[in-house]
Each structure stands twice: as structure tokens, then as C-alpha cells.
């Protein structure tokens, strides 16, 4: 079993921190989803885990090994990088055998791989011909070929199409339940929600949190509860008196903070309100971020100079 | 790592492009079909250059090779996925050099002969003799490396195609055109020119056929101890 381990790391470009004292981990069976804004760092700390920039101080290992160090490191660990790497006069099948090649892997992979990614049918026609999803599967292959037990994914969903973003979503969960570390980066909370059981937020190269999605969701934010009844005035009544932080919507429904269905289901029986919906609203992984760059922002707001 | 895999990958890469095919083409067909020109007319005096005077229009194409086989790395993030492969860079650098040397290599000795034979059926009795006509043939293949392997470790260093061909371009014309007829001495030293003392069978400058050669072999080594510096010491 391999994990992705950074440890203080710390990459400077001119003076600028991209990467500020960076330490987390990727274990193998889940799905890490690696989310920030644009420039938090993120395609920087993929690349010093692959050993393709120097850091300026601190490790990046895999198995416990420098990437550097590793023998045939396709058959280790892939990587998507860039959906451009692979040359447009060159076919996707040739972009794949030369890899292979220089990595002794067998060559019944780059069949396997297309098969994989459903770029079989293209295989042959020039990679200038594709579009992006189409650059981004063939990214996809080429990190799937050397069957690797670490993946590291940037960003591989911008350019699919929804039926590619469903594809992904599987595809990424197949890999963690073969035992894989998967390491994924994405911009887009909703989409990561779906596919990782474990979170490394980072901002401004720093870490904000490291944490099992849901947990990370409950610790932020409290459940709450969607009400809807034909006594607006009673309900409203009650919930005030009970203490709760109710709000009505402008369609006449109300929406509970802070609460859980049981204790308000129960509430409204006893009081004898008439209801005619009840649901239990789980925060989203969205709004947990909102709510903790929100707190870092107050957290690490500097006096502006003048 | 070992080296093989490397050579065979960056071997795959460079066939599968069309526009390296195409250049080594060029190399021959540009070499022949100016040496043949050259060689009818029958101004030039040399008369193993007069054979071989196509060698500076084919050498461009060999430049073209040589900076195209590695700039192709310099895009889209090519070098990233390359170099996530083979983290070895010094070793990746090596076997991409000798990627490039051996078709050049391998073309341009078959250009040099086809070239001489088109010569001597063109020139007769006034051409150049059978060892010395073998020794520009070879001397041409051993340049036309060395210029693409010149290409190839300047590309490394400027980490583009564009801005190689547009240095190395101007400067073969110029230089070689202008300045080198008019002056000998330090212009003589430069690689082209340099190079090209084998392909001549009178040379009047400090440089003979050979240590012409290897004066041209020390500005490429240069290059691609360069690129191979560059390469080692920058992010990619």
C-alpha cells in the first residue's frame, strides 16, 4: 500500500509563496479531493510531488521514496497534468507506446487503456483532431497506463461533457476501491463532493483543513430543517418559542437552523400544527467551504497600508 | 533507469512526428538537388566542393530536425509528462541527443553518397578523386549531425523552436555568406564553417578536414552540455 506524503513543503517563485509549509497525506482506498481557489497552489504541490519542480524547502514522497528515486515510476504512479502534453501531430496510440516504452510497460496497456477511457475508436487519428474532453480522457490514459497504486489527477473534469463527468465520478471511486491513493484537484465543490471520501483544502499555499468530507461538512456547518404547513402563523409562533432560528421563505416555507427533523418533527405533533412537508437539509460541501474561506479571510485580514 | 527504454521511446516519438520525416527528407533532397546545381554550373573552383555545395542548404533542414525534435517537448506541457517518465533528466537529455544523431547520422552519409555519385556522373574527370569524394561524403554525414545535435542542445537552452530557428537561421546565412568569404581566422572557427573544411579539397586556414570536424563536435558538445544544464537546473 503506497501514500502520497508532503511534509513542510514550501516552494518560493521569485519571493511569492505558492506553497507555504504544506503537510498532508494521501492514503490508498480514498479519494482525496484537493480543492482551492485558482493560484492556491495546488498544480504547484502536484508538481513537486512528481519531482518536476525543486522545492524550496521541505519533502514530497511516495512509499516513503523521492519520486526522483523511483524505478519505472509510470508502473508507481500516474499523473494528468496537462490535457496539451500529448503532441497534435502525433496519433493517441503512439503518445501511449512511446511512454510505455520508456517505462517497460507491456504494450497490451496502451489497448487496455484507450479501451478504458473510450478512446479506442480514436486511437489512430491525430491527437490535433481531438477536442478537449477528448485531450483530457487521452491525459487519463496515459496516467492509468503503468497501472499505478498512487494516481494524481489536475483538474480532470474541465472539458467532459456530463456524460465524461459521470464517467470520472466512477471511475475515480473504482480506483480508490482497487486500493489506489487517489489525489484529485478541481475547483468545483459539487463535482468533488461527489467522488472524494476525503478533503486537503489549501489557499494561498497554505493548509486550511485536511479532513473526511463529511466531517468536515458537520464541523462547519449544522444540519437544517425545511418546514411547510398551512398554520404559518402558529408554526412560527412555536419555533420562536422554543428558541429556534426559523425563517420564512418567500414561498411560504420555512427553513429551521441549527435543527434536526427528529427534535422539530416531534415539536410540531405535540403542538398540534398541521404539516404537510418535512425535510432534513444537509449542508453541502459548497457552503462548508464558503464558510470556512469566509473565516480565514477574517482570520488572516491585514491591515491595508496606505 | 536504464538507458534503452529511453533511446527506444524518444526513437517512437521522433518517428511518429511527420515533420521530422519530412526534414530528413529535406536533408537529402535539398543536399542532392543544390550540390547538382552547383556541380553543372561549374563556377565553383573547389572541385570536391563543387560536389558538395548543397551541404549548406541541407544543413538548414538537418537545424530544422535537430530543433524541432526538441522543442516539441517545449509545448503544452510535453516536457512535464516526459519528465514524469524518466525523472532522470541527464539520462532523458542523452537519449534524445542520440535519438536525433543517429537518422541524421544515418541520412546524411546516405545523402554524402548519393551526392558524390551525382558529382562524378555530373563533373567527369574534372571531379574530385574517389578518396577524397568518400572522405566529404562521410565528412558530410558527420556534419550534418553535428549541426542537428547543435540545433538540437541550443533548443534545450532557449526552450523554444521559434526562437532557435530564428537565432540559428540568420546567423548560417549571414555568416556563412557574408562575413565567411570575406574574412578567414575567427570566422573560420565557427561551427558551420568549421564543419564544412571536410567538404573542401584545398583549405588554406588554421583547420584540416578533421580538426575541422572537431572543432564543429566541440561547439555542439557546448550546446548540449548547455541544454543538459538548463534542463537540470530549471523547473520544468
Known amino acids: 500500500m503506497t501514500s502520497i506524503d508532503v511534509r513542510d513543503l514550501t516552494k518560493e517563485y521569485g519571493g511569492r509563496r505558492a506553497v507555504d509549509r504544506l503537510t498532508f497525506g494521501v492514503r490508498p482506498g480514498h479519494v482525496t479531493g484537493f480543492l482551492g481557489p485558482n493560484g492556491a497552489g495546488k498544480s504547484t504541490t502536484m508538481r513537486l510531488v512528481l519531482g518536476l519542480d525543486r522545492p524550496t524547502s521541505g519533502t514530497a514522497t511516495i512509499g516513503g521514496r523521492a519520486y526522483t528515486e523511483l524505478r519505472d515510476p509510470l508502473r508507481r504512479v500516474g499523473a494528468l497534468l496537462d490535457a496539451g502534453a500529448a503532441h497534435g501531430s502525433r496519433s493517441a496510440r503512439d503518445h501511449l507506446r512511446a511512454l510505455a516504452v520508456s517505462n517497460r510497460i507491456p504494450a497490451h496497456r496502451v489497448d487496455t487503456v484507450l479501451e478504458r477511457t473510450g478512446l479506442a475508436a480514436v486511437a489512430r487519428r491525430r491527437v490535433r483532431t481531438f477536442s478537449l474532453g477528448m485531450r483530457q480522457r487521452l491525459g487519463i490514459a496515459a496516467a492509468l497506463l503503468g497501472d499505478p497504486e498512487v494516481v494524481l489527477l489536475d483538474e480532470p473534469a474541465n472539458g467532459l461533457d456530463p456524460e465524461g463527468i459521470v464517467w470520472i465520478r466512477t471511475l475515480l471511486r473504482d480506483l480508490a476501491a482497487q486500493g489506489r491513493a487517489v489525489l484529485v484537484s478541481s475547483h468545483l465543490m459539487n463535482e468533488t463532493a461527489a467522488f472524494a471520501?476525503?478533503?486537503?483544502?489549501?489557499?494561498?499555499?497554505?493548509?486550511?483543513?485536511?479532513?473526511?468530507?463529511?466531517?468536515f461538512i458537520h464541523a462547519r456547518l449544522r444540519p437544517r430543517v425545511r418546514i411547510r404547513t398551512t398554520d404559518p402563523a402558529a408554526l412560527g409562533g412555536l419555533l420562536t418559542r422554543h428558541g429556534h432560528d426559523a425563517s420564512q421563505d418567500a414561498d411560504g416555507t420555512w427553513t429551521v437552523r441549527h435543527a434536526r427533523v427528529d427534535d422539530i418533527g416531534r415539536l410540531v405533533a405535540r403542538a398540534g400544527v398541521p404539516v404537510l412537508e418535512l425535510t432534513a437539509q444537509e449542508a453541502t460541501l459548497e457552503e462548508a467551504y464558503l464558510d470556512l474561506t469566509a473565516a480565514e479571510a477574517e482570520f488572516t485580514a491585514q491591515p491595508q497600508e496606505a | 533507469m536504464p538507458f534503452a527504454p529511453v533511446l527506444h521511446a524518444e526513437w517512437i516519438k521522433i518517428r511518429t512526428l511527420r515533420p521530422l520525416v519530412g526534414s530528413l527528407a529535406a536533408v537529402l533532397v535539398a543536399t542532392v538537388a543544390f550540390s547538382a546545381l552547383a556541380s553543372?554550373?561549374?563556377?565553383?573552383?573547389?572541385?570536391?566542393?563543387?560536389?558538395?555545395?548543397?551541404?549548406?542548404?541541407?544543413?538548414?533542414?538537418?537545424?530544422?530536425?535537430?530543433?524541432?525534435?526538441?522543442?516539441?517537448?517545449?509545448?503544452?506541457?510535453?516536457?512535464?509528462?516526459?519528465?514524469?517518465?524518466?525523472?532522470?533528466?541527464?539520462?532523458?537529455?542523452?537519449?534524445?541527443?542520440?535519438?536525433?544523431?543517429?537518422?541524421?547520422?544515418?541520412?546524411?552519409?546516405?545523402?554524402?553518397?548519393?551526392?558524390?555519385?551525382?558529382?562524378?556522373?555530373?563533373?567527369?574527370?574534372?571531379?574530385?578523386?574517389?578518396?577524397?569524394?568518400?572522405?566529404?561524403?562521410?565528412?558530410?554525414?558527420?556534419?550534418?549531425?553535428?549541426?542537428?545535435?547543435?540545433?538540437?542542445?541550443?533548443?534545450?537552452?532557449?526552450?523554444?523552436?521559434?526562437?532557435?530557428?530564428?537565432?540559428?537561421?540568420?546567423?548560417?546565412?549571414?555568416?556563412?555568406?557574408?562575413?565567411?568569404?570575406?574574412?578567414?581566422?575567427?570566422?573560420?572557427?565557427?561551427?558551420?564553417?568549421?564543419?564544412q573544411v571536410v567538404l573542401h579539397s584545398a583549405h588554406d586556414g588554421a583547420l584540416g578536414p578533421w580538426s575541422g570536424l572537431a572543432v564543429a563536435a566541440l561547439w555542439s558538445a557546448a550546446a548540449l552540455s548547455a541544454g543538459a544544464w538548463s534542463l537540470c537546473r530549471r523547473d520544468a
Open chain 1, 197 to 215: 471520501d476525503h478533503l486537503v483544502i489549501v489557499g494561498r499555499g497554505r493548509l486550511l483543513a485536511d479532513a473526511p468530507v463529511r466531517e
Open chain 2, 40 to 195: 553543372a554550373d561549374a563556377e565553383e573552383t573547389d572541385p570536391l566542393y563543387s560536389v558538395f555545395f548543397g551541404v549548406s542548404f541541407g544543413q538548414i533542414a538537418a537545424i530544422a530536425f535537430g530543433t524541432t525534435a526538441v522543442a516539441s517537448e517545449f509545448r503544452g506541457g510535453a516536457l512535464r509528462l516526459t519528465l514524469a517518465a524518466v525523472p532522470d533528466r541527464r539520462r532523458w537529455f542523452a537519449a534524445k541527443a542520440t535519438a536525433v544523431a543517429l537518422p541524421v547520422l544515418a541520412t546524411g552519409l546516405g545523402t554524402g553518397l548519393v551526392t558524390l555519385l551525382v558529382g562524378k556522373a555530373v563533373l567527369g574527370d574534372s571531379g574530385p578523386n574517389w578518396t577524397e569524394g568518400l572522405r566529404g561524403a562521410v565528412g558530410c554525414g558527420v556534419h550534418l549531425t553535428l549541426m542537428a545535435l547543435f540545433a538540437a542542445g541550443l533548443t534545450a537552452v532557449l526552450r523554444s523552436g521559434v526562437a532557435t530557428l530564428s537565432v540559428l537561421i540568420p546567423f548560417l546565412l549571414i555568416v556563412s555568406f557574408v562575413i565567411g568569404d570575406m574574412s578567414s581566422g575567427v570566422a573560420d572557427l565557427l561551427p558551420d564553417r568549421a564543419g
